[in-house]
């Protein structure tokens, strides 16, 4: 259980969301990040370690490419469901906790981790722990990156003119309704979800109802999800303090510079000397 100044920060293991790993994966079909991250592992050559890789949505293009990667994830149903996917490609899938795998002597040439899956590293210790292991198994010639959403708070203006942008707007709202889907089996699911945020932790709180019918009954599943937001600064001083230079910082996928706009903060990193 993750812990801020000696209290429970979370009550749960943050890992509810993916307990369905075939929904998940009809939830988030989209190739973002591929491209980016495969020109990293072209850039750098293999082999490549993917840190929190699910259900392997970029490991396995960037395996399809023909570089021999390594996809570490702590959820056992994740990495099934990744099997099942990548059979016949050159990836090795391994159960463990991003901040205390060990693979010995092998180092990487690329380390990635995708899908704001940085923001699951909750606390100071979690994400220094992270790049320990991180900067013990790269490469000395190697490249480590990440994204991470850009924590921005909105004017009211702004949330006016753009009320469902990209912005996630750090602040504790009432349960608000989001679009249908349709799930694996075929149901029509109804889901909202409520969010709180903890100032001082940095942490935004998310919980999420998904209601469906089986025959005249309603069911109900709740999951929660806890986020750590980092701000620029402190993510450089971060990197910095933990073995890392910032070779190159993006504000979006098209490798715009990051501003105030932009929606998310990618980093890509080298070993301090």
Same mark, same amino acid.
């Given at each position: 259980?993750?812990?801020?100044?000696?209290?429970?920060?979370?009550?749960?293991?943050?890992?509810?969301?993916?307990? %369905?790993?075939?929904?998940?994966?009809?939830?988030?079909?989209?190739? &973002? /990040?591929? !491209? =980016?991250? +495969?020109? #990293?592992?072209?850039?750098?050559?293999?082999?490549?370690?993917?840190?929190?890789?699910?259900?392997?949505?970029?490991?396995?293009?960037?395996?399809?490419?023909?570089?021999?990667?390594?996809?570490?994830?702590?959820?056992?149903?994740?990495?099934?469901?990744?099997?099942?996917?990548?059979?016949?490609?050159?990836?090795?899938?391994?159960?463990?906790?991003?901040?205390?795998? %060990?693979?010995?002597?092998?180092?990487?040439?690329?380390?990635?981790? &995708? /899908?704001? !899956? =940085?923001? +699951?590293? #909750?606390?100071?210790?979690?994400?220094?722990?992270?790049?320990?292991?991180?900067?013990?198994?790269?490469?000395?010639?190697?490249?480590?990156?990440?994204?991470?959403?850009?924590?921005?708070?909105?004017?009211?203006?702004?949330?006016?003119?753009?009320?469902?942008?990209?912005?996630?707007?750090?602040?504790?709202?009432?349960?608000?309704?989001?679009?249908?889907?349709?799930?694996?089996?075929?149901?029509?699911?109804?889901?909202?979800?409520?969010? &709180?945020?903890?100032?001082?932790?940095?942490? #935004?709180?998310?919980?999420?109802?998904?209601?469906?019918?089986?025959?005249?009954?309603?069911?109900?599943?709740?999951?929660?999800?806890?986020?750590?937001?980092?701000?620029?600064?402190?993510?450089?001083?971060?990197?910095?303090?933990?073995?890392?230079?910032?070779?190159?910082?993006?504000?979006?996928?098209?490798?715009?510079?990051?501003?105030?706009?932009?929606?998310?903060?990618?980093?890509?990193?080298?070993?301090?000397?």
């Amino acid at each position: 259980m993750a812990t801020f100044g000696g209290r429970p920060l979370i009550d749960h293991d943050n890992l509810e969301e993916y307990a %369905d790993p075939v929904d998940y994966d009809r939830q988030d079909s989209s190739d &973002t /990040g591929v !491209a =980016f991250y +495969a020109a #990293l592992a072209q850039e750098t050559g293999g082999p490549v370690l993917e840190i929190a890789c699910g259900t392997g949505r970029v490991a396995i293009p960037i395996a399809r490419r023909g570089f021999a990667v390594t996809g570490l994830d702590v959820v056992p149903g994740m990495l099934q469901r990744a099997r099942s996917k990548a059979a016949g490609l050159p990836i090795r899938w391994v159960e463990g906790d991003a901040r205390d795998f %060990d693979f010995g002597e092998e180092r990487f040439r690329l380390i990635f981790l &995708t /899908g704001n !899956a =940085f923001q +699951a590293f #909750l606390t100071n210790a979690d994400q220094e722990a992270l790049l320990g292991r991180v900067r013990a198994h790269l490469h000395d010639e190697g490249l480590f990156a990440f994204e991470t959403r850009n924590p921005r708070w909105r004017t009211r203006e702004e949330r006016d003119e753009d009320p469902d942008g990209l912005f996630v707007d750090l602040e504790t709202r009432a349960e608000e309704a989001l679009p249908p889907h349709t799930d694996a089996e075929g149901r029509e699911v109804r889901e909202s979800r409520t969010r &709180t945020y903890d100032h001082v932790a940095q942490v #935004l709180h998310w919980t999420t109802y998904r209601r469906w019918h089986e025959g005249a009954q309603e069911r109900t599943k709740i999951t929660r999800t806890a986020l750590r937001y980092t701000f620029p600064q402190e993510l450089a001083a971060l990197l910095h303090y933990n073995g890392f230079t910032i070779a190159r910082r993006y504000g979006d996928w098209n490798g715009e510079p990051l501003t105030a706009a932009s929606p998310s903060i990618i980093v890509v990193c080298r070993k301090r000397a």
